[in-house]
């Protein structure tokens, strides 16, 4: 390791990592460091595009209805009425 660093904690915070180290079997070094991975990845992630974050999704989900796009305000209508 090259860089070392000092973090102070609340003490409710520190009792979770203390309980996720013992879960893991881990460090509190190293379930740190994998949250600080975690952590960065979303964040270098959110400079995308919100469409580029969620493309893998589009078109994944079937409604069973081929013009829901078309004909969406009717379709919100009906649920309304029938109370959905």
């Known amino acids: 390791m090259q860089e070392q660093i000092t973090v102070r904690l609340p ?3 520190g009792r979770a990592l203390r309980r996720a180290s013992r879960q893991l079997r881990r460090k509190n070094s190293d379930i740190v460091r994998m949250a600080l991975e975690a952590f960065l ?6 400079t995308k595009n919100p469409a580029e974050r ?13 013009d ?17």
């Open 68 to 84: 829901l796009a078309e004909r969406h305000r009717e379709y919100m209508l009906e649920a309304i009425r029938r109370g959905r």
């Open 41 to 46: 990845q979303v964040e270098i992630g959110a």
């Open 11 to 13: 003490a409710d915070l």
């Open 54 to 66: 969620v493309r893998h999704l589009i078109g994944s989900v079937a409604s069973g209805r081929p």
